[in-house]
């Protein structure tokens, strides 16, 4: 589905969360007959689809919003030089991502790679685009630690584009 030119959709957690409270509602209808109760019920199983589509689309234009000033600030660089000292700041690197992880829950993870390196790409809303391991990218985005205040250097992603998708002949080291 997409809301503009965003595409959003609930992730498996919200869809199983749908799932079990409208079998739970069929349930409690089948046993004790109080139909009365679809009328406030209905419209919360739908709030429970609606919701987390919203917030999808809210982050997503956010972000949308940070990429032009993340563009003119970001300093391009390697994943070697990519070190605590570089905290808040944004950047910008070319990479091959090796693998993708947590997409189901709509806030993927990047492991990424070039020739000096490899970091994690942390993604709060969804991409834009379908990303894929072995897809060449370019990431825009911000030092952070992993763990908020402590851990090794990764990169909160602003915007994660595609290059040039796994297998492409226009796809080249990095």
Not at 55 to 74: D, F, H, I, R
Not at 83 to 107: C, G, H, W, Y
Not at 138 to 165: C, F, K, M, W
Request: hydrophobic residues 45%; aromatic residues 10%; proline residues 6%.
């Amino acid at each position: 589905m997409q809301i503009r030119s965003f595409p959003v959709k609930p992730s498996l957690l919200h869809l199983g969360v749908f799932g079990f409270f409208a079998i739970f509602l069929l349930w409690y209808i089948l046993v004790t007959g109080e139909y009365k109760t679809l009328i406030w019920a209905v419209p919360t199983l739908i709030f429970l689809l609606i919701i987390p589509m919203l917030l999808n689309y809210m982050s997503q234009k956010e972000y949308e919003g940070l990429v032009p000033v993340y563009e003119t600030e970001a300093k391009t660089l390697k994943i070697r030089e990519i070190t605590d000292k570089m905290i808040s700041r944004p950047v910008k690197f070319q990479a091959v991502v090796d693998e993708v992880r947590f997409r189901s829950l709509n806030r993927p993870h990047f492991v990424v790679s070039d020739r000096t390196g490899t970091t994690t790409v942390k993604m709060f809303t969804t991409p834009r685009e379908d990303v894929r391991a072995g897809d060449l990218v370019e990431v825009l985005g911000q030092v952070i630690h992993r763990y908020i205040v402590t851990g090794d250097p990764v990169i909160n992603g602003v915007s994660i584009r595609v290059l040039a998708p796994k297998g492409s002949a226009k796809e080249k080291k990095v």
